[in-house]
């Protein structure tokens, strides 16, 4: 996102919402993409599957470990002639070594055309990679916005999104995925900028 981009998003999410007003403020700018190292689509979607539901320092040390199984950033051809005994002696769980084999599998396969993905939109994005095992929307979301920097993401089902919106709105309760998903309407085209706040209003 370059600046111009951003100044017009946070310029439209406080026309559209005074609410957000204090914590646009407050917080530092969003830094949708490329927050991390760049790496390969493919990479990135093997970290994310690394990372789900680990605490960050544990996952990062199970994911340098995964990662230094490799000449270089991973492949889906180095992956599946890696033994899954080695991905699992890395820390991976069954479940999350077959989930990695699956992607690398339907990106072989044709059937996530990763090279593409720059030129589909959003939910075409989504659907394809749901296709892949241990791949939910979440995570497909998270990959449109700190992978590709696409500015209108939704994430409705997380709940650090979910709390700040509550708490940028001084709600006594949270809203739901359901409660939420039309809220956001307002901020479009800019909606990546209205959750990167509300995680900052969550804390």
Not at 85 to 104: M, P, T, V
Not at 113 to 133: F, H, K, N, P, Q
Request: with cysteine; glycine share 8%.
């Amino acid at each position: 996102m370059g600046r111009a981009d951003l100044a017009a998003a946070t310029r439209h999410l406080v026309t559209v919402d005074p609410a957000f007003a204090g914590i646009v403020a407050e917080a530092e700018p969003p830094k949708l993409a490329r927050a991390r190292p760049r790496r390969g689509h493919f990479a990135e979607l093997a970290r994310a599957i690394v990372f789900q539901q680990l605490h960050g320092k544990a996952a990062a040390t199970i994911h340098g470990r995964f990662a230094a199984l490799f000449d270089g950033e991973p492949t889906p051809e180095a992956v599946l002639a890696m033994p899954v005994e080695a991905l699992r002696g890395a820390g991976l769980s069954g479940n999350k070594a077959a989930a990695i084999r699956d992607l690398c599998e339907k990106v072989l396969a044709g059937a996530v055309e990763l090279d593409r993905m720059g030129r589909l939109s959003d939910d075409a994005i989504v659907a394809e990679l749901v296709t892949v095992r241990g791949i939910g929307r979440w995570t497909a979301e998270m990959f449109l916005m700190f992978e590709l920097g696409r500015l209108d993401v939704w994430p409705v089902d997380d709940f650090g999104v979910r709390t700040g919106y509550a708490a940028v709105h001084a709600m006594t309760e949270r809203p739901t995925a359901k409660e939420l998903l039309p809220l956001g309407d307002p901020y479009r085209p800019y909606r990546s900028v209205a959750a990167w706040y509300c995680w900052r209003a969550a804390g």
